[in-house]
């Protein structure tokens, strides 16, 4: 398909306990674990967060979602052996997880603005990068920015089922190679959070971006 969907969703409501407990009850048991491995309680509702969008992924497709078999490559990058036409990708940060749906490799990213510091474009980041940070006018920009270009290198990253064994300075962001494609939603919360999706190969995709304000009952 040529479509992307990435679904979008605040994991406010995850803080009821009824709510959180009736979802990973469903959870299949290699996410459960993973949700309860997170020392506070802000990473376990994140990262039921996005496995509850997975769920909502395989279910809207006819898979049985507490049956499947997710798998991770050697670069720990998460699939669905069996599947060679659904692709997915899954973030969270801030208050916010994601989940990317695609029928080609897919990767997506969400960050908190805020978090850039001066070195660390230094060392990640390619030179045609650098030099946009080095024309923004003041820190509000150069944060915006630091955001968008990070974000799109993770998805990037993802998308190419590599992860950060790939030198982040080596490519950049903002000049993407023949059959690499960027999605960004063009209306987002105003949360101070950059969100990106990149798609890899063929022709540019459409990006459909979904805002879930509230979790669904469990």
Excluded at 95 to 108: D, F, N, S
Excluded at 162 to 186: D, H, R
Excluded at 196 to 206: F, M, T, W
Aim: hydrophobic share 35%; proline share 7%.
């Amino acid at each position: 398909m040529n479509k992307c969907e990435i679904t979008c969703m605040d994991v406010s409501g995850l803080s009821d306990p009824a709510i959180f407990d009736a979802w990973l009850d469903r959870m299949p048991e290699r996410r459960r674990q993973k949700v309860l491995s997170f020392r506070f309680e802000e990473g376990r509702r994140l990262s039921l967060g996005a496995g509850l969008l997975l769920y909502l992924a395989l279910e809207k497709r006819g898979m049985d979602p507490g049956r499947a078999l997710i798998r991770e490559n050697e670069f720990g990058q998460p699939y669905l052996p069996g599947q060679p036409d659904f692709h997915f990708s899954l973030s969270h940060s801030g208050r916010w997880a994601l989940c990317a749906v695609c029928g080609r490799p897919v990767g997506c990213d969400v960050e908190q603005e805020g978090r850039g510091r001066e070195g660390i474009p230094k060392r990640f980041f390619h030179p045609e990068e650098r030099a946009l940070l080095a024309r923004e006018a003041d820190a509000a920009a150069w944060q915006r920015s630091f955001v968008r270009i990070w974000t799109r290198k993770e998805s990037y990253l993802k998308a190419i089922g590599k992860g950060l064994s790939e030198p982040m300075n080596s490519f950049s962001a903002l000049s993407p190679a023949p059959g690499v494609w960027y999605g960004e939603p063009e209306e987002a919360p105003k949360e101070g959070c950059g969100f990106a999706c990149c798609v890899i190969g063929g022709d540019r995709p459409e990006f459909e971006w979904k805002w879930l304000k509230d979790v669904p009952e469990g």
